[in-house]
């Protein structure tokens, strides 16, 4: 609740800064690089990187270090090939870039599509994040605290826009930076005082007697039979009592408690590594037939998607100029880098000592829950609340970022581009994902996280590297590039989010693809909009050459002053 009513009064206190269509938009193009930096780490340290990352960790060992790494490094090619020539283009929105660099309103409107839908499939898992935490906090049906996140940011978002959610989401970072390396810190002592082995070579166990709840339908891998106890549905039978649990894959159904006994090996979720020599060692991937190719499309994904992520861009719009987005960017490796450290350790801290979330498919609770089971008392009650408000922060930046994005875009390139409508945009936007996010199906969140990666690296960072870089550029390439990157990458996305594939085919290529589709879907929009552009009219040499001109030529210079005017809302 602490980090809920300190965003709103911060949100308060930026909606009296917030005047004009340009604060809206890009708080004036005002903020230094400090303090964007901090505002962008805020935005971008979401629900997946806050609980998803240590989640994955606990699940799937040393593979899952791929997330932590991917997220940090697409920002070092943001900052090689975009930020600058991004911010020098003078462009509000990623749809404004593209207009100005190939000249047309059809690719406007089309970029403006993929941005809301890249925007939407982020915003699904931030809510559905905060349903959990307050479910695990308070036991509140899960809609609750989806709902209550969703009613501040719309809130903040329509009241401040661009100022207003700055100011939030600069005070956020370091928030949920306190809230992570505090408990990683304080367990960290714990582990070292406990000399205990990190991935002994047996399978994980509890240390008490634990009833573990299934909230969702999973199927587990058992590495030795045992005996436990099962109130619910095993291998789709009812069971009420002591069983035994043979080697091999079990399917509990939803509403089923399993009691282990202590000192018991903990089942865990099929396709993770069952015990610890397996959970240190890379090469098994996340599940499945295809490991190789899952961990290097994952790394296309978030290297590359990072550059697509609408959010991420509208923050080097609110620069000075492109040397001081460029000292964002730099800042930003910086504190993204430092906070990705402790999320690890407690993924590894969860994979010892709260091994049961390893049954229930959902280990994006162990963050919330790993303070209090190895502490006992007030310490633990405290750093669980510390946890719990880093969490609320993270849902709360995350969205109110892409709220703004979804919203700049919506109100500028769909309404007139007045205040009143950036507000009704925001409202939208706001109510559409969050009503997915109750009724669609509840990934991993840091794997919800990178489909929509998948869908950025597959659609604007092509259109953005390229319009850089390349005058060989078409707005029919372009077009192309975005539809067929799109369609593959997003058809992938919604499959995966409304159930996935079964069957035959669920632990085959198909079902790996659909999963992990950024190494189809990225080669194949970049190849589509090189392959068009060479055999479709470009725009006029001279045309191009100034706008080249305005993208890469120092701002000393004074080439995009013009362009600044003109797009200068009043």
Known sequence: ??????????????????????????????????????????????????????????????????????????????????????????????????????????????????????????????????????????????????????????????????????????????????????????????????????????????????????????????????????????????????????????????????????????????????DGDDWLAPGDGFGGKHPLYQVYSLIIATFLGTMGLPHVLVRFYTNADGRTARATALAVIGLV???????????????????????????DAAVVLLPASVLSGLPGQLLAALVAAGAMAAFLSTSSGLLVSIAGVLSTDVLRGRIRDFRAAALVAGLVPLALSIVVTTLDLSRTVALAFSVAASTLCPLLVLGIWWRGLTAAGAATGLIVGGLTAGSATAVSVLGGVSGDVAGGWPATVLSYPAAVSVPLAFASMIAVSAWTRGQDPLRVARIFARLHAPERLGMGADRERALRPE
């Not at 917030?18 to 340290?45: H, K, M, Q």
């Not at 501040?152 to 949920?176: D, P």
């Open 1 to 274: 609740m602490t980090a809920a009513v300190a965003t709103v009064a911060i949100g308060v206190y930026g909606v009296r800064l917030a005047r004009t269509t340009s604060d809206f938009l890009v708080a004036s193009r005002s903020v230094g690089p400090r303090w964007n930096a901090a505002a962008i780490s805020g935005e971008y340290l979401s629900a997946a990187s806050f609980l998803g990352v240590a989640g994955l960790i606990a699940k799937y060992g040393a593979d899952a270090l791929w997330y932590p790494v991917g997220f940090t490094a697409g920002y070092l090619a943001l900052l090689l090939f975009v930020a600058a020539p991004l911010r020098r283009s003078g462009a509000y929105t990623v749809p404004d870039f593209a207009e100005f660099r190939l000249g047309s309103v059809r690719l406007r409107r089309l970029a403006a599509a993929v941005v809301v839908v890249v925007c939407a499939v982020y915003l699904i898992p931030q809510f559905q994040g905060a349903g959990l935490t307050l479910r695990i906090l308070l036991g509140v049906p899960g809609w609750v605290g989806a709902v209550a996140v969703g009613a501040i940011v719309i809130a903040n978002v329509a009241g401040g826009g661009m100022r207003s959610t700055t100011l939030v989401q600069a005070f956020q970072y370091w928030l949920k930076l306190t809230a992570v390396a505090l408990p990683a810190l304080v367990l960290l002592g714990h582990f070292l005082g406990a000399d205990r082995p990190l991935g002994p070579s047996a399978p994980p166990v509890v240390a008490e007697r634990t009833t573990v709840d299934i909230t969702t339908d999973v199927v587990v891998r058992v590495g030795a039979a045992q005996q436990v106890s099962i109130t619910g549905t095993l291998d789709r039978r009812p069971v009420d009592g002591p069983t035994v649990l043979g080697t091999g894959e079990h399917e509990l159904g939803s509403g089923t408690r399993l009691t282990l006994a202590a000192g018991a090996a903990v089942p865990v979720v099929a396709g993770a590594p069952v």
């Open 337 to 363: 880098g430092v906070f990705y450290l402790f999320p690890v350790l407690l993924g590894v801290f969860a994979r010892l000592y709260v091994p049961q979330l390893l049954i229930t498919g959902t280990s």
